[in-house]
């Protein structure tokens, strides 16, 4: 069975999306740790960073970099933290989170975001792209 990140890639679920190429998609996380939290996923279904090729790998980080540049360039923060935890879905992502504050990065401090919220900033970030 498809991850539901392949599912939202596939367009068979809806999502946040901030922009897209041949290999990755970024989207805003539904359940953000702060105002622009953003998930960078490779099309392709494999269930483990380090289970990716080294090309692969070193692509998803360019990626990335080029979402987090653009973050910086929409959300107010101090930086964007990265974190690979992958435990929550069988599907490598990558989270990307503007950070003010440490709690941020510790997946228990959470904000809440209306659709329309999110629908805008997605749109603002893709613009920074």
């Known amino acids: 069975m498809s991850s539901i990140f392949t599912r ?3 367009g068979e679920l809806p999502s946040y999306k ?3 190429d041949d290999k990755f998609y970024a989207m805003l996380d539904i359940n953000p740790n702060a105002k622009g939290h953003t998930l960078c996923i490779p099309k392709q279904e494999i269930d483990q960073l380090f289970d990716l090729d080294d090309t692969t790998y070193l692509e998803l980080m360019q990626f990335s970099k080029k ?6 360039k929409t959300v ?3 930086r964007v933290g990265l974190s690979v935890i992958g435990l929550e879905v069988p599907h490598v992502h990558v989270h990307l989170i503007p950070l003010n504050e440490m709690k941020e990065a510790t997946f228990t401090s959470k904000v809440n975001m209306s659709e329309s919220e999110l629908k805008t900033l997605a749109t603002q970030i893709a613009e920074n792209i």
């Open 8 to 10: 939202i890639i596939n």
């Open 18 to 20: 901030i922009y897209e």
């Open 67 to 72: 979402i987090a540049a653009a973050l910086e």
């Open 76 to 78: 107010s923060c101090k």
